[in-house]
Structure formats: C-alpha cells, structure tokens
C-alpha cells in the first residue's frame, strides 16, 4: 500500500538533539531519546521505576492484569508523538497509544510488560467547519469533551457509548455502540479522515480519496496500525426529545424472569421496531432490569404499548429529556456503568453476538436463567447484558470497514469483578453462560465485540475481525511488518512476513 506522507516535520530534529547513550537504566538510549522526543520536558515522559509510576503514569484500568511499561509518554504535537514511536522502534520496543484508558486487558499499555506507551491526553484539538458540520478532534479527547464541544457548536452530536470518561481515540477505532446506533450508525461511522503515525514515524492522512486501505482498518482495528493523533467526523444534529425508561423485575420465580427475556427477545427482534427505540436487558443477582432510550415524544414512546407488554414491575422510571447534554449526563449515572465503566478493578468479561437467524431458542433461555441461579459466580457482583445493535449499524457492508459484525442484532456481555485476581470459579461462571448459549448451535463462529477485548479469547483476532483479518494481516504486512503496534490480540503481519 502506498501512502501519502504530509509531515515528519521536526521528528530528526528533535532526534537530533538527543543526549549520550548514558541512559540511567536503559541501555539503549531509550531514556535520553524519548526526553529528547517530547522536547526535554521532564513532565511529559515517565519512566519504570520512577516513584508513584504506576499510580500518576500507569493507571491501569483493569487490575486484574498488572501492567509494567518501558515508559510512558505524554506528547503535545503529531510531530512528538512520530518522534517517540522513532524512539521505540529503532531500539525494538513495541508500542500502544492510550486514550481513556478503558481497555478490558490494558491494551492501551501494551498489554504485556515493557512496552511504550503513548498517553494522547495533551492532545484534545477541537474544530467544527460550520459549512458541512465535520468537526475535527484531538486523539486524546473523551466523550464528554465530544458531547461539550458539538453542543456548543450548533448543538451536533455523533453516536458513542454512555461512558464519558471512555477516549474517542480508542473507542471510534474498535466500534463505539452507543443509544444513537441504531439511528446514525456506530461511533467509527462518522469518521471521514484520520491522521496518523505510522511504524516509520512518518504522519499520514487517510480518507476515502487517499490511503484508503489504511482508513479501513482504523475503522475497527486501529490498535496494530498507527496512532490516531486527529479525527475529522460527520456529526448529527442533536436529538431534541427523549424518553429514558427503565423497569426493575424482583421476580424470585427463575422461569419468570426467563419468560419476560423471551418476550423482550420477541420484542426487539421484530424487524418493523423503529430505529429510535434502544434497550438494554440486564440481569443481575435475582433481578432483572429493561433499560433505554426512545428518541421521540412521550406520545410516541406510549403507543409502543412497551409497559403493557412487560407488566410486574416493581419500580420504574420514566424520564422525558428535552436537553441533549441533560440526557447524556443521565447515562452515566447507571450504576452498572458506574462499576463496569469508570472505576479501576479486577474484572472480566466475555461478550457473544446474536442475529436475527441465530436467535436464542426458548429451551436455552430457560437454561440460561438456571444456571446463573443454580452455579457459584465466586464474584461480588457480576451481571449479563443483552444489548440492542441492528438498525443503521447494519446498513453498511461488512467489507467496508474493519468492523465486521455488520449482522448483529444484539450484543450479550457477561461481567464478573473481584477483591485481587479474578477466581477460577468466576472464570468458570462466564464460561459457562457463553458455552451454554452458543451450544444450540455448533460450528457456528459467534464472534466476539473488539471492544470488550477478552485476553482468554481463543483465536481472537479471528472472532474481532472474521472475514476481513486476511485483508487488515496483509495492510500490517505493507505498513508495519515489524509489528511495532503490537498488543496480545491485534492484528499481525501475514505469516510470512512476521518478525
């Protein structure tokens, strides 16, 4: 593949000015040459074994998976950033950029221990061209630094998670899911151009009019090809009206919290259900919870005859939202997303996908509300989450992006935290609910979400990516044979040209 370079601007001077190979701990120079990349500013390089590193530069997300990297930097520029993967990759380090930070296996500190992290949080530009509504976006900006600045540009908005501490950068490169899906298409949808550093520290662009194969795998799979250092994105307008539901069944009876699954199954699956509909099945410690969004009036929201359908509640809530950023705000006040999406723990998770012809049969849905009834979780809180896909997500091909799972109705993820490292028991507990779903159907490759990365995943690059991997391994071939954008599960050079 040929690419377009535009900038390496600065990258050997910097270079230039780096200091003897007296390295205080590292050999290689490494130390002296990443000072120098980020222009000698202390405060923007950290270093394995400096005091507090893994509290102030580390962060791990998931404390399951105890991360040590080489060092950790924090760049201000495309031209620091191109600077210290030069660092890296002439000395054999492999190299992951971090956004939020929210990685279920710490990917965005490599994953494994010694790598170099690029920490993008400096990098949080902002831009809107008021004549197209394409707004421009710093690599290191988090949803909520989206959601601030399309409001305040004309009140736009693009779909993404519900999680505001979450980074763009890595959530619009795996898939981005969020309540507006089902409208407007997943968050890596709205991305028109990218620009990135490449394994050879030069900073390209990429779009649908140049580098195009680039632009497709960073539409999915951006970890094993480059860091984004700039997004440019269509954007909506924002919605003006909203319902947010949410409905908590207490039932004590397992066969009844199996048959109101069945009926919501029923419900979400019927292919005339608007698009402005989004919902959430959770179950939990003898509870279960239908939760959502209904982009509409009040009036609209009532003739789904959605309350009707699913009667017993022991408490509801009910909210219209005539504020975008107020209904935003209101996402994150979920208290599974509170565990599950902004606090540092030990946890893990496994997610399968379901489609309109590999539903989940009846038989199996019973068995499904046995087991979590009947089987030791060795966890102090887990939950299941069947999250509604479909609708606009599905429009686009599965070829047109690294994205795959273009079939998808719903989503289940199956998550379980811990006090210290996460039990076999526990480990056994998700296993067991994704063996018994996907059972009714053997042979069948369910695939996995990319973005709820599981570092237990058999063949994962497999079940992220399926029919397009030969063609991102053969793009990791042209552009990074060295695979110096490297975690446990990204996407690797072809067999034959690995390292």
């Known amino acids: 593949m040929r690419v377009s370079v535009i900038s390496v601007v600065g990258v050997h001077a910097v270079l230039a000015g780096a200091a003897s190979p007296v390295d205080n701990g590292f050999g290689d120079g490494l130390r002296n040459c990443l000072l120098a990349a980020v222009g000698g500013n202390i405060a923007l390089v950290a270093f394995q074994g400096e005091p507090f590193y893994q509290a102030v530069a580390v962060k791990a997300y998931n404390l399951n998976i105890p991360i040590t990297p080489a060092a950790v930097t924090f760049p201000k520029s495309s031209d620091q950033v191109a ?62 630094d989206v959601d601030k600045y399309l409001h305040s540009s004309n009140g736009r908005a693009i779909s993404h998670g519900t999680c505001p501490q979450v980074g763009l950068g890595g959530h619009a490169t795996i898939g981005g899911l969020g309540p507006t899906s089902r409208q407007f298409g997943m968050a890596l949808d709205h991305i028109l151009e990218v620009e990135v550093v490449l394994a050879n520290s030069s900073i390209i662009r990429a779009s649908e009019t140049q580098n195009r194969d680039l632009l497709f795998a960073i539409k999915g799979a951006a970890a094993g090809f480059g860091i984004v250092t700039e997004f440019t994105v269509r954007t909506e307008k924002e919605e003006t009206m909203a319902v947010q539901y949410s409905y908590t069944f207490a039932f004590g009876n397992t066969s009844t919290r ?132 479909g609708g ?64 237990r995943l058999t063949d994962a690059q497999k079940a992220y990516w399926g029919s397009n991997l030969a063609r991102l391994e053969k793009t990791k071939s042209e552009i990074d044979p060295n695979d110096v954008f490297h975690n446990p599960q990204s996407v690797q050079p072809e067999s034959g040209q690995r390292s």
């Open 258 to 389: 199996a048959n109101l699954f069945k009926k919501w199954q029923s419900f979400i699956s019927d292919s005339r259900l608007t698009r402005k509909f989004a919902s959430i099945f959770t179950i939990l410690p003898g509870s279960v919870v239908i939760s959502g969004t209904f982009f509409g009036t009040k009036a609209e929201y009532d003739s789904l005859g959605f309350e009707d359908k699913f009667p017993g509640y022991a408490n509801s809530n009910v909210v219209v939202f005539r504020d975008w950023l107020g209904l935003v705000g209101s996402w994150s006040e979920d208290l599974i997303l509170d565990l599950g999406g902004g606090v540092p723990t030990s946890f893990y998770s496994r997610s399968l996908s379901f489609n309109e012809e590999r539903l989940i049969p009846n038989a199996t849905i019973d068995d499904l509300f046995h087991y979590v009834d009947t089987n030791s979780q060795g966890s102090l809180l887990w939950f299941v989450i069947f999250d509604l896909a």
């Open 83 to 144: 600077a210290v993967v030069k660092c890296a990759a002439e000395r054999g380090y492999k190299v992951q950029s971090k956004c939020g930070g929210h990685s279920y296996g710490n990917y965005g500190l490599g994953g494994t221990d010694g790598e170099i992290v690029v920490d993008l949080k400096n990098m949080k530009q902002t831009s809107m061209d008021d004549a197209t509504f394409h707004a421009t976006f710093g690599g290191g900006v988090l949803l909520s």
């Open 392 to 455: 606009a997500t599905n429009d686009i091909p599965s070829d047109a992006t690294a994205y795959v799972h273009r079939d998808v109705l719903f989503w289940m993820q199956s998550y379980a935290t811990s006090v210290g490292p996460v039990s076999k028991t526990t480990y056994g507990f998700l296993d067991g609910i994704n063996e018994l779903l996907t059972k009714p159907y053997p042979g069948v490759d369910f695939g996995a979400y990319p973005g709820y990365v599981d570092p």
